[in-house]
């Protein structure tokens, strides 16, 4: 007698093993996103003329439900290839202003950038020892007198 061995096809195309068209996650976050969105929309008082109030906010709910479902699957799928593009053209644009190879322009911003930053920190440094300096000196000995720290006058009377 013959065996009969299942096709591979056949295997992959029982329901248990099928993917889901779209992930666990990104319905959550469709559902998050669109929740929020309908009820940033129905504070504002916006809703879909023409139909009872209950109508319009459920109408509302699944409909930016499915948009924010649809843009969270669009950038899981492409987020890659998105940030790709806006690296390159933004050097290109970069580059462009500057008239310089690419990556000179990229150096030369960079050591722009961490000068300034470097300044900056600078300053934030002084600025904070000379306060800590002001704070932690004593007060004058002889002047108790301008903070109001008096023994005797600043007594509570008991009675």
Do not use: Y
């Not at 299942?6 to 992930?23: Q, V």
């Not at 933004?90 to 050591?111: H, I, Q, Y």
């Not at 109001?148 to 009675?159: E, I, K, L």
Request: net charge positive; charged share 25%.
């Amino acid at each position: 007698m013959a065996t009969v061995t299942p096709s591979k096809t056949a295997d992959r195309d029982t329901p248990a093993t099928r993917t889901p068209f779209l992930g666990r996650a990104v319905i959550w976050i469709g559902l998050a996103l669109g929740t929020a969105a309908t009820v940033l929309a129905v504070m504002r008082g916006i809703r879909i003329p023409r139909l009872e109030v209950v109508l319009s906010v459920s109408l509302m709910w699944v409909l930016l439900i499915i948009v924010a479902v649809t843009v969270a699957e669009l950038l899981r799928r492409h987020h890659r290839t998105a940030a790709r593009h806006a690296w390159r053209h933004g050097k290109r644009a970069r580059c462009s202003r500057a008239g310089t190879p690419t990556e000179v322009a990229g150096r030369t911003r960079v050591a722009e950038v961490n000068a300034r930053l470097a300044t900056g920190v600078e300053h934030l440094i002084a600025r904070i020892t000379t306060t800590d300096r002001d704070e932690l000196q004593p007060p004058p000995r002889g002047d108790d007198s301008a903070t109001g720290h008096h023994p005797t006058r600043n007594a509570a009377d008991a009675g």
